[in-house]
């Protein structure tokens, strides 16, 4: 298997602009989550989802994050509009949800100007 | 809720010597998981070791093992024979079984290891 997968791995933009990063999960596995990791506060839970659908979302930020799964092997995460706070590390990890281990993905280093 | 403290910020050690990295957890459950991962510079999360609260014996993978001790919510991982390869940042997360899949991570230590 190819582990999760994400993309882009950098993304470097403008304040204002739209941000989407993308995940794809270990196939069969039925739970999905993203992370943001800075210096300031570590590793955060924006959101996550059993079988495509978000159960928690407690994490995210503002009503600038929006996430979205739209079938088992596809999520996005989108920042619109996005502002320089927003730089850090994103991580999607994926879950079979008896095992409880998460295997996550190389990240996408974000960086907003 | 449950949170998980590393109080080791930063550690170093010789390559080939053993360290062992602190990790204290609070919570009322009594079925969960922890676990150990590892983060090197190229900033990939790599699971480590895992521990099932219900299993007495010590989690062991090669060269890392674990001291969980559950009455004390305790849980550190000790890594024998040190390479430079561990250099790294260490997390120890947490999830319980009513929570669905939530992990809770610690802040982390710097594991520095030196020729």
């Known amino acids: 298997d190819a582990g999760v997968i994400q993309s882009p791995r950098h993304e470097v933009t403008e304040m204002g602009q739209e941000v989407t990063l993308r995940c794809k999960p270990i196939s069969g596995h039925n739970s999905l989550f993203w992370y943001r990791q800075t210096m300031m506060r570590g590793l955060e839970l924006l959101i996550y989802?059993?079988?495509?659908?978000?159960?928690?979302d407690s994490g995210m930020p503002e009503d600038r994050f929006s996430a979205k799964m739209p079938n088992a092997s596809f999520s996005t995460l989108k920042i619109q509009p996005s502002e320089p706070r927003d730089s850090a590390v994103y991580f999607c990890?994926?879950?079979?949800?008896?095992?409880?281990?998460?295997?996550f993905g190389p990240g996408t280093r974000l960086t907003v100007l | 809720a449950q949170t998980v403290t590393q109080s080791q910020p930063e550690m170093s050690v010789q390559e080939a010597e053993t360290v062992t990295l602190s990790c204290t957890y609070d919570t009322s459950e009594n079925n969960y998981y922890l676990f150990w991962y590892k983060q090197p510079p190229s900033r990939q999360m790599i699971l480590v070791i895992r521990q099932e609260a219900y299993k007495q014996q010590n989690a062991t993978e090669n060269r890392f093992s674990v001291n969980f001790q559950k009455a004390a919510k305790s849980f550190s991982l000790k890594i024998s024979d040190s390479q430079l390869g561990d250099t790294a940042m260490y997390f120890c997360a947490f999830i319980n079984n009513n929570a669905g899949n939530m992990l809770t991570f610690g802040g982390g230590t710097r594991l520095m290891v030196k020729p």
């Open positions: 989802f059993n079988n495509n659908v978000p159960i928690d």
């Open positions: 990890a994926s879950s079979f949800f008896s095992y409880n281990e998460q295997f």
